[in-house]
């Protein structure tokens, strides 16, 4: 069976633990960068946990022709909706007492002071951060062009992870309980945010042993 190396797959908002484990076992990871934008998926949303149970942050974006016939790096952010003190106060509220959010809550406050113009731009910076913390291997790169498939050198992750089906739907995340700020119940596939703030350097060995997918299985129907 021949096997596949490089990923493509859509930029997310703080991403998933799914999405990294995706990833995991490819040697390049391309981000998906002339695709038009598409609504109500993690493209401009996250998952975190907080004391009342989970809580989902979406990033507001302007409004103007159609935004599914606008290109992802055109999609401009809306300031005029305080969303930034909405994010931030919930990120800090949830894990202001977690054992590494004082190592990490300077990386990411310093984007959401910067304020970002476009949604790709933010996402990038973000993930970059999460990548240095995780102290991913895994190379990045951008795709030149819109293909509408790829070939078998090529595993096509776009639009596979979504808010809409569940991730036990798909061959790529397999939870690892790890402990998080609240209570004893375990709540699979949150963002990245989760998995550093609660567990540090630890972080990149939970996601690898999460991980339910090889580049040996890229040839499956999902």
Same mark, same amino acid.
């Given at each position: 069976m021949s096997e596949s190396?490089?990923?493509? #797959? /859509?930029?997310? $908002?703080?991403?998933?633990?799914? =999405?990294?484990?995706?990833?995991?076992? @490819?040697?390049? +990871?391309?981000?998906?960068?002339?695709e038009h934008f598409q609504k109500q998926t993690f493209r401009n949303r996250c998952q975190i946990l907080t004391s009342q149970g989970i809580d989902t942050l979406v990033v507001p974006i302007l409004e103007g022709r159609s935004q599914q016939k606008t290109f992802?790096?055109?999609?401009?952010?809306?300031?005029?909706?305080?969303?930034?003190?909405?994010?931030?106060?919930? #990120? /800090?509220?949830? $894990?202001?007492?977690?054992?590494? =959010?004082?190592?990490?809550?300077?990386? @990411?406050?310093? +984007?959401?002071d910067r304020k970002p113009d476009f949604l790709f731009d933010l996402n990038l910076e973000m993930l970059t951060v999460c990548r240095e913390l995780l102290r991913l291997k895994t190379n990045f790169d951008y795709t030149s062009q819109y293909e509408k498939g790829y070939e078998k050198e090529v595993f096509d992750a776009r639009g596979l992870i979504t808010p809409k089906?569940?991730?036990?739907?798909?061959?790529?995340?397999?939870?690892?309980?790890?402990?998080?700020?609240?209570?004893?119940?375990?709540?699979?596939?949150?963002?990245?945010?989760?998995?550093?703030?609660?567990?540090?350097?630890?972080?990149?060995?939970?996601?690898n042993a999460s991980a339910h997918y090889t580049t040996a299985d890229s040839s499956l129907d999902v």
């Open positions: 190396k490089r990923l493509v #797959i /859509e930029l997310q $908002y703080l991403p998933g633990l799914e =999405f990294w484990t995706c990833g995991a076992s @490819f040697d390049t +990871i391309l981000l998906e960068s002339h992802i790096r055109d999609i401009r952010i809306d300031y005029r909706q305080p969303w930034v003190k909405r994010h931030w106060g919930a #990120i /800090e509220s949830a $894990y202001r007492k977690t054992p590494f =959010f004082e190592y990490f809550e300077e990386r @990411f406050k310093r +984007i959401y089906i569940s991730y036990q739907e798909r061959p790529f995340y397999k939870p690892i309980p790890y402990r998080q700020n609240f209570g004893e119940q375990f709540f699979p596939n949150l963002s990245i945010l989760d998995l550093l703030f609660c567990q540090g350097n630890e972080a990149l060995s939970i996601l």
